[in-house]
Nanobody, 125 residues
Framework: QVQLVESGGGSVQAGGSLRLSCAAS????????MVWFRQAPGKEREGIAV????????YYADSVKGRFTVSLDNAKNTLYLQMNSLKPEDTAMYYC??????????????????WGQGTQVTVSS
């Protein structure tokens, strides 16, 4: 049974940091793309950070570039998102998603079959 489980969300003040994790299990493929999406109330779900299992390549939305860092630990099958200098506009439900093969930018939501349940991030001013 394939599964993605996010953790690490919470409430912080502006300027603070959080680290999200997404643990993957049950997958057989070794070449895959994982993405962090987020969805704020009343807004579309947007891809904000992408990592490729083949190494090296990461992509970021302009809104988080320079503040967020995505990393992928292949040995632990876990995707991370280190979020620094958080802003109130970062408040959203954060989801990880996974698909086989390589990554594209921007990531297309419809291309991802597997999703986590989401973890809430709330940033207060």
């Amino acid at each position: 049974q394939v599964q993605l489980v996010e953790s690490g969300g919470g409430s912080v003040q502006a300027g603070g940091s959080l680290r999200l994790s997404c643990a993957a299990s049950g997958f057989a493929t070794s070449i895959y793309c994982m993405v962090w999406f987020r969805q704020a109330p009343g807004k579309e779900r947007e891809g904000i950070a992408v990592a490729f299992s083949g190494g090296g390549r990461t992509y970021y939305a302009d809104s988080v570039k320079g503040r967020f860092t995505v990393s992928l630990d292949n040995a632990k099958n876990t995707l991370y998102l280190q979020m620094n200098s958080l802003k109130p506009e970062d408040t959203a439900m954060y989801y990880c998603a996974r698909k086989g093969g390589t990554c594209n930018w921007p990531p297309e939501r419809a291309g991802f079959r597997y999703w986590g349940q989401g973890t809430q991030v709330t940033v207060s001013s």
